[in-house]
């Protein structure tokens, strides 16, 4: 059985930003298809394309959608979910007898409206259990019933399988087939010698509850970890392709100060170098001041902080960040000096448009620059699955967020700060001559 995994060309770009982001922003090796290719028994052929960075053709790409018996698809948010659905839609004309799975995020929310548009069966929660069953009834029986947690399609009707219990322990998850990836394609940006970047993930899921994040539901509101033995073993791996860059993929790398701690110390005593960067929790950052030292000591060069806002009275009441004393504005700033001391880029994620929030209360551009090099400012979106929705479904008129454009706010109303801010994030000489010199700016700045 020959099987692609794929993530799509993006056939709805857009100025300034991509439609989808996200990709961009954090430019990473998928780490869905590697571990399904160690779950998967060798018989069976698998290949993946990776169509957002793979410099091929429409023609090639379209001919690569012609070969595999299943085309596997990991859709993740609403922002390139109009892309997956041109791309499944390309593969039931091009090759109509492949079957189509779909998991991530995005497919678990709307798994009965992926059916509706051509995925065969959607995989819901983890892949470790649900897929070695899968691919034994692909390719034999068909008797998809028997897979733990999938939603399909049998003579017209829905049938959803009781999902499978969460792995209790991560290292048994597989070691990721790093041989799936085209490293190639994701060049360093962080260390003098070049080579390639890689992803790795040492956690899943977030023992936080903010109300505009989907992640506690998705995971039950669950952080589980890989020892600290299995991680570096794994940075090992990475090492054997040249990544000399590593974005850990985690959503609240350095939630568990104990555990952040045993690893840091384990990747000071890496014997070769290491550059990585990780997604952080601004109060993680703030429960101890000397912890930016040793984050930089272990090799931390980027940071991308979660700021949502600078307002105090935000940050405890839309958001809901579960922070017992919101920081305050020169907090921010005094945290930034000591990441920018230490050589430690600082990218921030600010939050704008919830409808709730008078105009004073959203952070302005030039206030963001005052805690971070790199400003990113997200829509605030009422995500199906997260905290906050079902209580702003009920109060204001919600769009359908099955598709969604970053630069369309779900509130445009209550939008106008948001557009300034997004416009002086263009016209930010500076900062757009980072984004244009790319990898040299990255380089100057750090090294």
Not at 61 to 77: C, M
Not at 80 to 99: E, W
Not at 237 to 252: A, K, Y
Not at 307 to 322: A, M
Request: net charge neutral; with cysteine; glycine share 8%.
């Amino acid at each position: 059985m020959k099987i692609l995994g794929l993530n799509p060309k993006d056939f709805y770009a857009g100025w300034p930003v991509q439609s989808d982001f996200g990709r961009e922003l954090y430019r990473s090796p998928s780490l869905t298809f590697p571990v399904l290719r160690s779950l998967t028994p060798p018989e069976h052929e698998m290949r993946f394309i990776e169509g957002f960075f793979e410099p091929i053709t429409m023609r090639e790409y379209l001919d690569w959608i012609k070969w595999p018996d299943v085309v596997g698809f990991n859709i993740a948010s609403s922002y390139g979910a109009i892309s997956y659905a041109v791309a499944i839609a390309q593969v039931k004309r091009l090759n109509p007898k492949a079957t189509i799975v779909a998991g991530g995020h995005h497919a678990n929310v709307f798994a009965r409206r992926w059916l509706d548009l051509g995925v065969d069966i959607v995989v819901k929660g983890e892949a470790e259990r649900s897929w070695p069953v899968l691919v034994r009834e692909l390719a034999g029986g068909r008797r998809f019933d028997r897979a733990p947690g999938v939603v399909f399609k049998a003579d017209g009707e829905v049938i959803e399988t009781e999902n499978a219990p969460l792995l209790e322990n991560l290292d048994d998850s597989p070691m990721p087939d790093l041989s799936l990836i085209n490293f190639d394609i994701y060049p360093c940006l962080i260390d003098d010698r070049g080579g390639h970047i890689g992803s790795i993930e040492t956690s899943r899921g977030c023992v936080f509850r903010c109300k505009f994040c989907a992640v506690p539901g998705y995971w039950k509101g669950s952080q589980r970890y890989k020892s600290t033995g299995r991680v570096m073993e794994e940075i090992k791996q990475l090492e054997l392709h040249r990544c000399h860059q590593i974005n850990i993929l985690d959503d609240g790398f350095g939630n568990d100060p104990d555990r952040l701690e045993d690893l840091l110390t384990a990747m000071r005593r890496h014997p070769r170098r290491l550059n990585w960067a990780a997604f952080f929790r601004v109060d993680s950052a703030l429960r101890d001041p000397s912890l930016i030292e040793r984050l930089a000591a272990a090799g931390m060069r980027a940071a991308l902080l979660g700021f949502e806002s600078v307002n105090e009275d935000v940050l405890r009441k839309q958001y809901g960040k579960g922070m017992r004393v919101p920081p305050t504005l020169a907090d921010l700033q005094a945290m930034y000096r000591r990441f920018k001391k230490n050589r430690i880029m600082v990218i921030g994620v600010f939050i704008s448009g919830h409808p709730e929030i008078q105009p004073e209360q959203e952070t302005p551009y030039e206030v963001a620059r005052t805690v971070c090099d790199d400003p990113r400012l997200a829509d605030y979106m009422p995500w199906p699955g997260s905290l906050g929705y079902p209580e702003l479904a009920e109060k204001y008129p919600v769009k359908d967020m099955f598709f969604h454009d970053v630069k369309l706010p779900v509130f445009p109303w209550h939008n106008v700060e948001a557009f300034r801010f997004n416009l002086m994030n263009i016209i930010d000489l500076p900062r757009s001559w980072r984004l244009l010199t790319g990898p040299v700016w990255y380089r100057t700045y750090l090294l």
